[in-house]
Every structure is written in structure tokens, then in C-alpha cells.
């Protein structure tokens, strides 16, 4: 047993000796002195640096030529001079595809929007025009398209037919319309240029998905009139108002030519939609169903005559591109409050729906999306736009 022993403490000596060669020098890390406490004035320097400049706009100006100094500027506000350069015509294609397809869409779509606002068709059209051309020079999204959408739309709408009747007074609703459109685009243009863009980042997304869910049913609810041609509608917009009036109708205020005509073009789209989803190579069908649409559907009406059985067609509207509207804001007075009220609003929730789309597709493609120039681009496009009889794009 002593042997034993003696073999069994060589062997743990051993052992212990082994690890000890292999365990790795004690390292003693040494901790510098804390700084010393900076003032206020530095300590808010710094926060204010890192709120409004974390990205340090200006360090490509650093020691760089006076004409570069201006080339540079040119380009951050003008980022088509950048990549316009590298322009190849390769991609001309695709861009004239992508280009004809929105053109299809924006053609019904915006005509429905201008409803959606209470406004003539052709605004809807004049806003589908100037906006993207000014977007396209100052913008920084490859992706988003420019132009109406059904919440701003609708907002809109209500915000201003809250303050004046369209029917009875439709020019001065179109005056306070183009006023809500300029100074949602200075408030958008305020924001951007003074770098307050991380505030959109303070807006929660359960806000977001919770408006766009009661803007969309709000948008349902008001389309029934048009669905089931009815022609005295509630001009409320709260479910029991809108059902309530929708019923009481029934008997003597639906059209069954307007509800064929809507229901068959409503699953038709449907149908295209559900089409380009199962098979990516048939992309184009859902994107070009708008416009068959509108072909399809005014050949019926137009052969037929159903606009003597009470269908409502959009009749005729102006001519030509956009008009100057400039001489239409109002400046001063009680209306330019009430324009700049609503277009504030206005203008913060497009460019809420703006950065937030655009954000979402640079992320998927892996690029850059300057939050700042996106507000600045938004709010030229609706200055120039108010001047020129468009409202709120984005």
C-alpha cells in the first residue's frame, strides 16, 4: 500500500506541475484616473453635437478646395448630380418600365384620391406630376414612388370640410387646400433643415399600425357610398353613422348597375393581386389590373350608357399640365391659421408614412437613407407643388 501511495502522489504531483505550466501568466490591468468632470457648457456641447450632428454632415468638406467645397454642396442638396454621373444606359430599361408601371397605377388610383380629398380629379392628377420630378433631384430613396396616398388623403379631406364646405364653396376649399399643402411642405422643410429628424424616431410603431388600420377601415366605410351609388350619405365618418346610413337606403338609394360594375372590378383586382403573389413572372399583371380597369370599365359605361341609369362617372375636367396656384395661398388672414393647422398635421403624418417606407426599403437593399434630406426633399416638392395646384404628396 505504501507503494501504492507513494505512485499515486508522484502522479499528482506530476499532474499539478502540468497544469501549472500551462496556466497562463496573472496579467494585472492597470485603470487610468477618471477624467475630470467637464462643465455644463461641454457636457451640452456634446449631447447636442451627438442629437443633431452623430453623423458629422460636414466632415467631406474638411480640406478640400473651395470649388470642391461647392461641388459638394451642390450634390448634398442635388443628389442626382452624384449618381446622376454614374448614370449608365443599361438601366435606362428598367427605370422606363418602372416608370410606365407607376404611370398605370397613378392614373386611377390618383383620380381616387382626389375624391378621397374632396378635390376635382385633375388635382389628384397635377399632384402626381411636379412632386415626383422635384423628389427625383432632391430625394435620396431609390424605391418609394411620389404622389397622393388614401390617408393624406383623407385627412386632408376632413380636416378641411371640417373648416369648409366643398360643395357650397368648393374655390375657397381648393385655396385653403393649396395653403394646408404649402405649409405642410415648410413644416416638413423646417424639420429637415434644422436636423430634427430623430423626432419621427420617438413615434411608435403600434401608433403607426393602429392609424393605418383605422384609416383604412374609415377609407372602407366612406367608399360604400360609391360601391352602392348612393346618393344622400352621411358626411360623418364613425361606423354606426356610416352603417346607419348605408341601410336606410337600401330600399330606394342603391343602384344595382354601380354595385355590378364595383364588386366586378373589386375581385378582378383582387384576383391579379393574388395572381402576381403566387408567381413573381407575373409581377406586371397586378401592377397594369388598375388600368384595365379603368379601360375596361369606361368602354362599358361608355357603350351602354349606364351614366343614364345612375352610375356616377368623373365627367370632365381640365386640360393641360399644372396651372400656377400661387396667387391662391392664402398668407394672411384667419384661413392662412387654419391652413397652416392642418398642414402641419398633414405634413408630419406624410412624412412619418415617407421615412418609414423608405427606411424599410433601404434596410432590405443595404443603403444609406439620410432621415434630414428626406424631409428637406418632401417639403421642397409640397412648396413647389402648393404653387403649382397640387396638395399634399408623399
Known sequence: ???????VDDEASAISS??????KPYVVYKVGAPNPKQSFFKEFKFTLKETFFNDDPFRAFKNQSKLRKLLLGIEAVFPIVDWGRKYKLSMFKGDLISGLTIATLCIPQDIGYARLANLDPQFGLY????PPLIYAMMGSSRDIAIGPVAVVSLLLGTLLQSEIDHTTHKHEY?????TATFFAGVTQFVLGFFRLGFLI???????IVGFMAGAAITISLQQLKSLLGINVFTKKTDVVSVMKSVWTNVHHGWNWETILIGVTFLIFLLLAKYIGK??????WIPAIAPLISVIVSTSCV??????????????SFEKGINPPSLHEIHFTGSYMMKGLRIGV???MIALTEAVAIGRTFAAMKDYHLDGNREMVALGTMNVVGSMTSCYVAT
Open 1 to 7: 500500500m505504501s507503494g501504492n501511495g507513494v505512485l
Open 201 to 207: 424616431d420617438f413615434l411608435s410603431h403600434a401608433a
Open 345 to 347: 398635421v398633414a405634413g
Open 278 to 283: 403566387k408567381s413573381k413572372k407575373l409581377f
Open 174 to 178: 381648393q385655396r385653403l387646400a393649396f
Open 18 to 23: 502540468h497544469r501549472h505550466a500551462n496556466e
Open 127 to 130: 399632384s402626381s406630376f411636379v
Open 302 to 315: 361608355y357603350i351602354t350608357h349606364a351614366e343614364r341609369r345612375g352610375v356616377k362617372i368623373v365627367g
